[in-house]
């Protein structure tokens, strides 16, 4: 069996340099190099005037704790025809230590994700470890749900035709970790106006203390090391906790119990050259001995993160999936 894809030049020269820079950052003490970082991190400003069918604005939600979202709003849709959209609250990857809701990456996906999926999209910009850490980035995901339910919307420009009774966490990888968490909570948590009815999780970071056959198969991958993501677990989470904690082994002996928890129907994508993907499949058995509306998507031969380089096929197939999975579970 292969360890390695085989990539296009642009691909590998990016993974490349994501690599180096994060290896260059966060320190072997358990500290980040945040200056750096930011300087680093090619970043886009917000945009009120359509580009490519899209406009956006960035919403503050809790200035103490530089909490936001960068809001997305489709704008070719609705030249004739007013319709309800949904409401598609995203969390963005980096090992709940890394990139931004402003990142140039993440708004170029996001933007996609307003026009081929046909919704409003509120990309969260939450608080990062090791300056944060665990339950910091739930807070604040589930804090979003919470502003979104009691805001009036005209004070902003939130869009009127977007429909909040429709609404999906989508995240990759810490993003996908992070939605599962606010899922739960949110099916604790009695809204007014806001109705999680879908998940996209996109190869979701997950772990545990027991090394899987993919993690030491593929503990040189891009991106996500088994080096580099031990480092991002033990700047998260508690001191002294290991990798066995709810919020990594989320389908382990500690789990949370969510028997009874009202779980939105949740699509899970796998890739064929991700060290976590041995962990998302347990994740996806998880749910569904739970009883959870669940599909599992998978893609041989995608590596980590795959969905965010256009160049690679898996990328446009996804974008089909993933839009197909939306309006099916819109229409219940």
């Not at 993003?175 to 604790?188: M, P, T």
């Not at 545990?208 to 056959?213: L, V």
């Not at 002996?253 to 998302?280: C, E, H, W």
Request: with cysteine.
């Amino acid at each position: 069996m292969a360890s390695s894809p085989v990539l296009p030049w642009k691909t590998k020269m990016v993974l490349n340099i994501f690599s180096v820079v994060a290896d260059t950052v966060c320190r072997s003490n358990g500290t980040i190099n945040r200056p750096l970082i930011n300087f680093l991190e090619a970043k886009v400003s917000a945009n009120d005037k359509p580009y490519r069918g899209v406009k956006t604005s960035d919403i503050i939600v809790d200035e103490t704790r530089d909490l936001w979202f960068r809001l997305f709003i489709p704008t070719e849709i609705h030249k004739r025809h007013v319709i309800p959209l949904p409401v598609i609250v995203f969390f963005h990857g980096g090992g709940f230590s890394l990139l931004t809701a402003d990142a140039l990456g993440y708004d170029k996906v996001c933007r996609e994700f307003a026009v081929k999926f046909s919704a409003i999209i509120v990309s969260v910009n939450y608080r990062l470890a090791p300056e944060h850490r665990f339950p910091s980035q739930y807070d604040d995901g589930i804090d979003i749900l919470k502003f979104l339910d009691e805001t009036e919307f005209n004070r902003f420009g939130f869009p009127t035709f977007a429909d909040l009774s429709r609404c999906f966490l989508v995240g990759d990888s810490a993003g996908g970790n992070l939605a599962h968490h606010v899922a739960v909570r949110s099916g604790k948590t009695n809204f007014k106006r806001v109705k999680v009815i879908g998940q996209i999780s996109i190869q979701p970071f997950f772990g545990g203390e027991e090394r899987t056959e993919s993690e030491i198969r593929l503990a040189k991958a891009p991106l996500i090391s088994v080096e580099r993501t031990d480092w991002m677990w033990k700047v998260f989470l508690p001191e002294g906790e290991n990798r066995d904690h709810e919020a990594v082994n989320v389908s382990g002996s500690r789990a949370i119990d969510i028997n009874g928890v009202k779980y939105p129907a949740t699509m899970v994508v796998v890739g064929g050259f991700d060290p976590l993907q041995d962990r998302q499949r347990d994740f996806y058995k998880w749910l569904k001995r739970n009883g959870k509306t669940v599909k599992l998507v998978e893609y041989p031969n995608a590596i980590h993160a795959f969905y965010v380089f256009p160049e690679l096929p898996e990328a446009s197939e996804f974008i089909t999936e993933a839009r197909n999975f939306i309006h099916e579970v819109r229409g219940k």
